[in-house]
C-alpha cells in the first residue's frame, strides 16, 4: 500500500541546533499533518497544510507544503531537550478523510 | 485543544479473552478512527467510522470489530484476544469538510496479550 517516507529516521542534535526533516510520497496529497509523540502517549498535532507552497509556524515550528505536492517539511529552530520525540508526518488524498502516517523521525537533543 | 478519552490505558489479559477498548469524544465529531501502533513504529488505520452506523475496515487488516451506535463513542472489541494482537491503539477523531480534516488523538491503550 501506500507509505510515506521520512527522513532522517533519526538524529542526535545539540540543544540550541535548528532541525529539518521531511516527508515524501508517490502519491499527491491535498492535506499535510505534522505530529509530535511522546512514548507512551497519542500523537499530539502540530501543524496543519492545507495548500501547495503553504509555510505556516508554529512557535519555533515550521511547516512547509510542497509545491508539488509530494512533499513536505518541518523545521525546529534552537531545539530544547522537550523537543525529543517521534515526529510523524500524515498525507491525505482529495476526496478521503483517512491519513496515511509516515514512518517517523526519532529525534533526540543532546544538552 | 481536543477533548477524546482511551480506557483502559494500560491492559493485560491471558489468550482468549474478549476485551473492549473504550473511546469517546466530547467534540461531537462526525469521523472517528482506530490506529494501531507497534512502540515507535508507524500508525496503521484498522477501522474508521465517518458517522453513526458507519464503520470501515482500514488498510491494515484486523480480527477486532468496531461500532458507532453514538457519535461521541466508538469502541473496539477483540474476541478472542491472542499474543499477536499485542500493540498499542489508538483512536482519533476530527470534524473535517472539505480539505479541513484535522485529526486529534487519544492518549492510547497499551494492549499486552499473554
Known amino acids: 500500500g501506500q507509505q510515506l517516507n521520512q527522513s532522517p529516521q533519526s538524529m542526535f542534535i545539540q540543544e540550541g541546533e535548528d532541525v529539518s526533516m521531511n516527508c515524501t510520497s508517490s502519491s499527491i496529497f491535498n492535506t499535510w499533518l505534522w505530529y509530535k509523540q511522546d512514548p507512551g502517549e497519542g500523537p499530539v498535532l502540530l501543524i496543519a497544510l492545507y495548500k501547495a507552497g503553504e509555510l505556516t509556524s508554529n512557535g519555533r515550528l515550521t511547516a512547509q507544503f510542497g509545491i508539488t505536492r509530494k512533499d513536505s517539511f518541518l523545521n525546529i529552530s534552537a531545539s530544547i531537550p522537550s523537543d525529543v520525540g517521534i515526529y510523524f508526518c500524515a498525507g491525505s488524498t482529495s476526496g478521503t478523510y483517512k491519513y496515511i502516517f509516515g514512518t517517523g523521525t526519532r529525534l533526540k537533543v543532546l544538552a | ?114
Not at chain 2, 54 to 60: I, M
Not at chain 2, 82 to 95: G, I, V, W
Request: proline share 4%; glycine share 8%.
Open chain 2, 1 to 114: 485543544e481536543a477533548d477524546i478519552y482511551q480506557t483502559p490505558r494500560y491492559l493485560v489479559i491471558g489468550t482468549g479473552k474478549k476485551i473492549t477498548l473504550e473511546c469517546s469524544q466530547t467534540m461531537g465529531h462526525d469521523k472517528m478512527y482506530w490506529y494501531q501502533q507497534d512502540p515507535g513504529m508507524e500508525l496503521h488505520l484498522i477501522h474508521y467510522s465517518y458517522g453513526v452506523n458507519s464503520t470501515e475496515k482500514g488498510d491494515l487488516s484486523s480480527e477486532s470489530t468496531v461500532s458507532r451506535i453514538r457519535t461521541e463513542h466508538f469502541p473496539l472489541t477483540l474476541e478472542s484476544a491472542r499474543p499477536s494482537h499485542t500493540s498499542q491503539y489508538l483512536c482519533a477523531s476530527s470534524e473535517a469538510s472539505g480539505n479541513y480534516n484535522e485529526q486529534f488523538f487519544g492518549p492510547g491503550t497499551r494492549l499486552t496479550v499473554l
